[in-house]
């Protein structure tokens, strides 16, 4: 009976402490990144896979969400409270331009991708689509 009992505890403390490494194994999505930047939030879409023809087929599009690319990139809230990659680089957020539409002035477009090979540079980027509903510009 006492052999039964300590077979019981230990199985109880194994459970235990196992759970406590499953916890931190959680999910992005469940896990409240206080560094996440005021006005992003975890649901917002960064890229959207593929793309279609009308609201019907757009609506099937897979999204990636941030929480989803911050899972990918093993993010974090660093000692500092910056938001950082597995690899410590910290995370920045861009907001792409053009897509579609009129051709905007090179100057215009030279300038935007100077800035984004800067931070690149620097930082881990997420780049955050500016066509969320995957249809193309006419």
């Known amino acids: ?6 077979l019981t505890v230990k199985i109880l403390a194994f459970l235990f402490l196992f759970s ?11 896990i409240r990144l206080t560094c996440l930047p005021e ?8 890229s959207v896979e593929g793309s279609a023809s009308n609201a ?26 910056l938001l950082v990659d597995g690899e410590g680089r910290e995370i920045r957020f861009f907001d792409l331009r053009f897509c579609g539409g ?9 300038e935007y991708r100077e800035e984004l090979e800067a931070l690149e540079e620097k930082y881990t980027v997420i780049g955050m689509t500016c066509n969320l509903g995957g249809i193309p510009y006419p």
Do not use: F, H, W, Y
């Open 102 to 110: 009129p051709n905007p002035p090179e100057e215009m477009v030279r």
């Open 1 to 6: 009976m006492k052999s039964q009992a300590r």
């Open 20 to 30: 406590s490494l499953i916890g931190s194994c959680r999910r992005v999505e469940s």
């Open 56 to 81: 019907e087929e757009a609506s099937k599009l897979k999204r990636v969400t941030i929480a989803q690319k911050l899972r990918e990139l093993q993010a974090r809230c660093d000692d500092n409270d």
């Open 39 to 46: 006005s992003r939030q975890l649901t917002d879409v960064v």
